[in-house]
Every structure is written in C-alpha cells, then in structure tokens.
C-alpha cells in the first residue's frame, strides 16, 4: 500500500507586531504530518520564510533579508509521537506579510504553508486638521500619518491648543509667528520599520509603533530654512502647552517631549501600559 502523506501548518498568532529596537516578537510556527491519516512521528520537516509583501514600503525588498521575512530559530524540526512539531518565528522589523512553507524532507512537494502578517494596528491623521498640517508623503513610502489612537488624539488636541494661544496674541505677537504646526513622521501604514532612506535599515529608530510625532511649524525661509523667529514662537507654544498637558494628565505623553534642534518629537504611552 503506498504511504500518502499531508502536511499543515499553522501560526500562532497568525498577527504579530514587528520586532523593534529593543522588543523581539514571536510567532509559534507549528507544523502537523500524517501518514496515511495518522500521525507520522520522528518525521523531518523543511522550513521556508518569504516576505510575500511589505506593506508601507514601495521600494524593492531586495536586500532586506530577515528585516524584511523574519527569523526562524531552526531550519528544521522533527515530529513527535502525535506527528508535530514547533518551532519559533522571530517577526521582522518591517510590516509584512510573510508565508511560512513547511515541506516533507525526503518528500519533494510535500508541503503545506501558512502566513503570518507582521503589522501595528494604526489609524491615521487627516491631512490637515484644526492647527496643524501634516506633510505626510515620503518617498517609496506612501504616507507616515498613522498613529495610534492616543497619538492622533494628543496631536489634534495640541494643535488647537496651539490654535488657541496664536488667537490669543496681539496682533503685532502674530505677525512674526507661524499660524499653524506642521506634523511630519508618525508611521508607516502597518507600522514597523520606516527607513527614511530606503535602506531597510535606521535612521529612524522610533517612529514603529504609532506612537511618536515630530512637530514643526509652518513656513520656510528663501533657505529652505525654519525660520528662527518661527522655531521661538513654537519653543514658547510648545512649553506652554505640552507642559499643560503633562501636569494635567489629559495625555499619556511619556518623557518624550524631545527639542530636536527644527522640531519636537513626542511620544505618548503604550494604551495599556509599557514604556
Ligand atoms: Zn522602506
């Protein structure tokens, strides 16, 4: 009688959020054989990784390795009594949607596969909002206007305020300063990595989990230049509101209130906690 053999696999989650500068995060891969129906003990099985896309990102992933794919802790695995066998998925940095191939050693075709997707759940800032304006197009990157919903609420809460304080200066105040904040760098569309420079790689170490924001104002000197009358008008609104916020609590901003020479950077806390 000849011996049919099947293989499935499954993840576990099948969605995991991408691997960071410090948290690694993992997937259990975990992989069924049978042989004739039962379970096919001591059985060796091949693993495979593919990045199948990288959500975010437009640019080829030529290069980009495990950044791109992940990690498996071993190549291989051998089944058990019940025909299973596991073994660890490291997510990769990038989003991505990876598929996982689990094929029958010795048994060319037999295989089953699976698929992981490797993402932040985000929302997005509006393009433009009370106060602020968010210049959002970055090149082989579609959009960075996604955030976390505790990010996208502070911003939009700062912007009015800062709406607010511009309202309330004398007209001869106003002048010399910028009407509006400029938004740039939250994140990519499914989080992750978000390599400015298309590298698949820094800088922008942060900016994975929707949950920072660079903060500048509107206008440009004949330079290209922030202009610095504008920078101190935004030095002044930015420790009159972001230090509002922080006594009250209203938002979670950790101690990221970064001064970054041209910009602030904020970052709100994890909902639910961490750093
Ligand atoms: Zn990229």
Redesign the pocket.
Known sequence: MPETYAVSVSVVPAEVLPSGTKAVQTASVRVHVTRNGEPALATGVQLGLEAVS?P????AAAGGGAVCAGYLALPVCVTDNGGNCEVTYQAAQ?AATVKITAELAGHAGVKGEATVQVKVNLGSFASSGNGYVFEGQVA??GGNTYGAGNLVSAGAAIAQRYADYVADLSPEQQAGVATRLRFTDAS?EWGG???IY???GPPHSYHRYGRDLDIAVVGRDSAGNLAGVRIESLRIAMREVLHAEVQSSVFPLSGGILNEGDHYHIRVLEVGGGE
């Open positions: 990288n975010g990102h437009a640019h990038a082989n990157h990519l990595l978000y390599d298309s590298t698949w």
